[in-house]
């Protein structure tokens, strides 16, 4: 799955780095075709801007020289006529005169024509800007017109960009069948935005295929989490089945040997053995049936048909009644159990059967796990609306990690290959389902070789 992860994602950015590819070669090509475009729009001014000129010129000219041929005709009549000094200085001068309105004349026609010529530049950028947008390019441009015989820059837009433009445009002889080739000017446009333009054309595909990307990593990693939490979750039933098996063990076969030594003929009977035999089946059997129903209310709280008998109880009297059966046991490691209830107001509403297995699996497990003498203290009090229960004791304590896992059923803290501890990993699981059908919560605080403190808080009867 990951070789198969990572090939898509690479196919994929392939694809888009040749869509990139693609788009850029696009790009260049309609910014080709635009430009020429406006480069032959303006080559078919100039011409026709060139021949007005040159008709214009010729209509001029032959006016000018029908008004010198008349002038030279004046001239040379009022040559032929007598004239004085002062005549002849006044005839000099008028002649001047004439031929400084002639120049005068054709100097103006020329400056008129060069200054239509500087007024091209705006022009230009206007029709750039239009056949840019025909072809769908909406992006800034940077616009210059750059002559090779002067070396220098005629025109520049907006002068943000000088280097650019000379290293980076896309350039263009403008009147290239007027102007020699090499002589001609160039026709320069740079893009500064051109890469965002390039990726925002290409924004849907980015999309869809970072989405898809997306998808299929967050459901690789699901399934991964999947796997990983069916692994533990198989080895937590594998560790179940395998505590059962010997818990169930230990009381059958402790049964068999009683049955056995009672069916025995040549063991001497007596009241007393018999007594004990009896006993001892008994006691297993109780064992037997506990463990039993500690499996069933499990799949009662799987299936969520757990039915509670709801009435006002003693929570005191249900705890005294759960120190007292544990006591003996507590005893058998040398230790204790001790009750400090200092809650004012110990009524609840609950199920008395129950509240009894609660107390009674906290108060089991503070005695499985503890190494040392156990010394228990099972303490009460009242806290705003709510009556709270803890069991503290001396064991090896929970680390922080486990902490968060320890209500979830089947779950017992890890203890290396040493299995010293019975259990099926129900106990804390069906209290937490219990209490919290109730109304209440539970939590823990612990610290490795410290010890444990469980709690539970649960509503007042009264409220």
Known sequence: MSIALVGMMGIQIYLIGDAVKVKEATFVRDVNQAMQQVVMVLEKEEMQRQYSYHVNLMNQRANLIAVYDSLKQSMAQDLQKPMSQEEYSAFIRRTTIAEQELQEMIFGYNEANSVSKEMQPTRIDSMVRVELKRYGIDTGFELGIYSPTKNAMLFQKTGKYPQQLIDESFAFDLYPTISPVRFADKLLIYFPHEKRFLVKQLSELL??????????????????????????????????????????????????????????????????????????????????????????????????????????????????????????????????????????????????????????????????????????????????????????????????????????????????????????????????????????????????????????????GSN
């Open 207 to 460: 999309f869809v295929s970072g989405s898809l990307i997306l998808i299929i990593i967050l459901a690789f990693a699901s399934t991964i989490l999947v796997i990983i939490r069916q692994k533990k979750l198989s080895e937590m039933k594998n560790d179940f089945v395998n505590n059962m098996t010997h818990e169930f063990k230990t009381p059958i076969s402790t049964i068999a040997l009683a049955c056995e030594a009672l069916r025995d003929n040549d063991i001497h009977k007596s009241e007393v053995l018999y007594s004990t035999y009896i006993s001892m089946i008994d006691e297993e059997n109780k064992r037997l049936g506990s463990m039993a129903e500690q499996v069933l209310q499990s799949a009662v709280l799987d299936k969520g048909e757990l039915l509670l008998k709801k009435e006002k109880l003693d929570f005191h009297e249900i705890i005294k009644e759960a120190v007292a059966s544990k006591m003996l046991m507590a005893k058998s490691k040398n230790g204790h159990i001790f009750a400090d209830l200092k809650a004012d107001n110990s009524i609840v509403i609950g199920d008395k059967v129950h509240l009894t297995n609660i107390v009674l699996n906290l108060i089991d497990n503070a005695l499985k796990y503890t190494e040392i003498v156990p010394q228990i203290v099972v303490k009460s009090r009242n806290i705003p609306n709510a009556f709270e229960l803890s069991v503290v004791d001396n064991g090896i304590g929970i680390s922080k990690a486990n902490q968060k896992r320890i209500f979830e059923k089947l779950y017992r803290v890890p203890t290396g290959n040493v299995h010293n501890v019975k259990g099926f990993g129900l106990g804390l699981s069906y209290v937490k389902a219990v209490v919290e059908k109730m109304g209440g919560m539970i939590g823990v605080n612990s610290e490795l070789k410290k010890g444990s403190t469980f709690y539970i808080r649960l509503p007042l």
